[in-house]
């Protein structure tokens, strides 16, 4: 019961309350991005929306893991940028307009993108006869409820209530943050006999997304001839997704805990991904400035 509680009502509506705080961040400026600048807005839907569930798929492919891992890893790879990539970003100062951007239409996108592309996976891990199946209809209405609906909500209250948002952003950051870490060791810990046998062909393929990711968004937006920090930022937003989200598709809408192994570990090693990159990237010498 306690369980279902959970899976029910906690995580829809903390992901929905994270989504208002992404919403504070945002203003219809952001979004005018796409027609100002383009190909750097292009280039990062492109490596968050095909490279990364390519590359998920590679790797769920390439490394023998049951089929709920390969599942699990599958979603993570076609989650959307999660709340924390921009103030990644702005750590390692980075195109933090473009990071909200990116972050805002990917979340736009993946109403769409997300059921059709799980049942796909389903099908093709655990076969087509599995009963595990995202109803397409009701999946984009609720994701659109949980996700879209709370993003306008925070703009609206950054528009006309610009001091309470302002106020309240870095609560919602600390909030998503500390729910996320808790999430996570709720399901290891529920699922630990699971985890520990197959940690180390989950861990592997884990990081393996991870840093393989960011460094395909990096190469993809260094070959477009983007900026440093549009480069950088293309990267972060490549390698780090929404892991609640992920973990409300394997939990809530498929009821299977074993497939939120995934994401729960993805939500801890990307943090860790994204300070490995931007250290390294602080070692290299800057990347020549292209005009946009």
Do not use: W
Not at 72 to 89: A, D, E, H, K, Y
Not at 130 to 147: K, N, R
């Amino acid at each position: 019961m306690e369980e279902n509680v959970v899976s029910t009502y906690l995580i829809p509506g903390v992901l929905a309350l994270m989504m208002v705080g992404m919403g504070m961040t945002l203003r219809p400026a952001d979004f005018k991005r796409v027609f100002i600048y383009p190909k750097a807005v292009i280039t990062g839907l492109l490596a968050q929306v095909l490279l990364l569930p390519a590359l998920g798929l590679l790797i769920a492919l390439l490394i023998p893991m049951p089929a709920e891992f390969a599942v699990g890893l599958m979603i993570i790879s076609l989650c959307p940028g999660g709340v924390g990539s921009n103030l990644l970003t702005l750590i390692a100062r980075a195109d933090t307009a473009l990071s909200v951007t990116l972050t805002a239409l990917s979340n736009a996108l993946l109403i769409f993108t997300l059921p059709l592309f799980v049942n796909l996976s389903l099908q093709a891990f655990m076969g087509a006869e599995t009963p595990l199946q995202l109803p397409v209809l009701q999946t984009i209405l609720t994701t659109a409820f949980l996700t879209i609906a709370p993003i306008l909500l925070g703009m609206v209250l950054r528009a006309f209530a610009g001091d309470f948002a302002q106020r309240a952003e870095g609560g919602f950051r600390v909030f998503s943050g500390v729910f996320l870490v808790l999430l996570m060791l709720s399901i290891g810990l529920k699922n630990r006999d699971v985890f520990l046998q197959s940690v180390f062909t989950l861990g592997p393929a884990v990081i393996a997304l991870n840093l393989g990711s960011m460094t395909l968004g990096f190469a993809l937006a260094v070959l477009v001839r983007l900026n440093r920090a549009q480069c950088t930022t293309v990267a972060i937003e490549t390698g780090f997704q929404n892991a609640a989200l992920a973990i409300l598709v394997t939990t809530t809408f498929l009821h299977n805990p074993q497939m939120a192994l995934a994401p729960a570990l993805y939500g801890g090693i990307m943090f860790l991904g994204a300070f490995v990159l931007i250290g390294a990237l602080k070692l290299q010498r800057p990347l020549p400035a292209p005009a946009r």
